[in-house]
C-alpha cells in the first residue's frame, strides 16, 4: 500500500511520525524524570532532617532537658514542607507534636520502623528510633508534604506539554517545507516526463535547486537535448533513405522492364533467324543460337534473382496465419520434382501467424537446390521442424551432392556457385536470398554437408503467434 504514496507523502509520513515520536519521548520521559530526581533529593533532605533531628531530641530526652526538645521541634517545622512531628517515649507517650491542618487525625502509631518512607494522603512518613549514647529513649515520625513537589510537576508537565505539542506542529510544518523542496524538482520531472509520453516536444524540466534531484533534472533535459538532435538526424536519415528506396523502386522499375524487354528482342531475333535460314542453317549455328538463347535465360533469372533480393526488407509483407504443412504441400506441387525425387513432410509443423510470402520463399529456393543438385538414383529430401524459445528450427536435409566445409559460408555470398553455369545452370542468388530473408526475421541460417553426403540446412523463424501443431 506505501508503495502506492507519492514521494512527498512518504516523506510527510516518515517526518511527523518521526516528530510524534519524539514530542511523545519528551512529554512523558522529562517530567518523570525530573520526578524521580527531586523524590531522590527530598528522601536525602528528609533524611538528613530525621538524623539532626534525632540528635536533638535525643540530647533533650537523655538529658531530661525537654526544651532542647521543643527547640528541634521549631527548627524543624520551619520548612514549610514538614507538616507532621511526633516524639513518642518508649511507653507510647506523647513528648512533642506538631501536625499542619489536615493531618491531626492520621495515626502513626501502625507504620512500621523502616527505612522506606509510607505514603498516606500525598505526605511522605518516615519513622525512626530516637538513640542517644546507645540507648533508646522513644520514636520519631516526621511526615513531608508532596503537594508542592506535584504543583511543580504537574507545572512543569504542562510546559513540556505546550512544548511538545509545538515542536510537533512546528515539525510538521518543517515536514511540509521540506517535502515540497525535495519533491518539487521530481514533480516536475514526472510532469515532463508525462507530458513527453504524451508526444509533446521541446519541453524541459523546470529545476530550482542544486540538489542530487536537481542535478538529475540536469542531466534529464541534456538527455533530452542529445535525444532532440538525435531524432532529428533520424528524421533526416529516414528521409534520405525514402529518396533513395523511392530511387531504387525506381531502379528496379528500369532493370525489370527496359532490360527486360531487349532481352527477349534478342530470343525472339534469334529464333526468327533460325527460321528465316531454315535447312541452310549449319548444325553448330543452330547450337550457338540455343546457346544464345539459355544465356538470355540466364541473364533473365539473374535479373529476377536481383530484383527479389533487392526486394527483401523493403515491401511491406502482410503478416497471416500460416498453416507450414499445407504451405509445403503447395510449395512441392508447385516445384514439381521429378519422380526419381521423394519429398518428406515430418510431423510437428506449426501454424504460425507470420510473413508467409517469406517463408514460402526461403522454402522454394531450399528446396528447388535440393532437387536441383540431387545426383542420386533415388532422390529424398526430408523436412523437419523443431521448438527453441522464441523460435522453430526447420530442416531441409538431402542426399545430394553435398558442399565441402571449406565452402560453407561462400555458398551464402550472393552470385556464388560451387559448379559451373554450363554443368548446372543457377543463378546463385537462391542462398544470399535465404539468408537475408531469415536474418531480416531475426533468425540464423546454419549448414552440415560434407562432399557426396548430402547436406542439411537449417534455419530459425520467430514464433510470432503459436497456433496448434499438426499432429
Known sequence: MLNNLSIRTKIILGQTMLIAMVSLFIYSYYPRQQE????KAIDSKIQSVINMFAIGVGIG??????VAVSE??????????IVYITVLDTTGNSI?????PGNEKIDVSKLPLSEKPVEINGTLFYKTEIVYQKSTFGMLTIGYSLTQLRN???RLKRTTLYFSLGLFISGVIFSFVVSNMISGNIHELD??????SSGAENVRVAVNSNDEVGKLGRAFNDMLERL???RKDLVRHSEQLKKQNDELN???YVVSHDLKAPLRAIFKLSEWIEEDMGESMSEESKKNMQILRGRVFRLEALINGLLQYSRIGRINVPTEPVDVHGMLKDTIDLLNPPAHVQVTIQKGMPVLNTKKYLLQQVFINLLSNAIKYNDKEQGLISISSSKIPGFYRFTVEDNGVGIAPAYHQKVFDIFQTLQSRDTVEGTGVGLSIIKKSVEDMGGIVTLQSEENKGAAFSFTWPVACLKKVQS
Open 36 to 39: 524521580r530526581a527531586a523524590m
Open 61 to 66: 530526652m537523655g538529658e531530661t532537658d525537654f
Open 72 to 81: 528541634a521541634l521549631e527548627w524543624a517545622h520551619q520548612d514549610s514542607a
Open 96 to 100: 512533642a507534636s506538631f501536625s499542619a
Open 152 to 154: 511543580t510537576i504537574g
Open 191 to 196: 510532469a515532463t516526463v508525462k507530458t513527453i
Open 228 to 230: 532532440e538532435h538525435s
Open 250 to 252: 525506381q531502379f528496379s
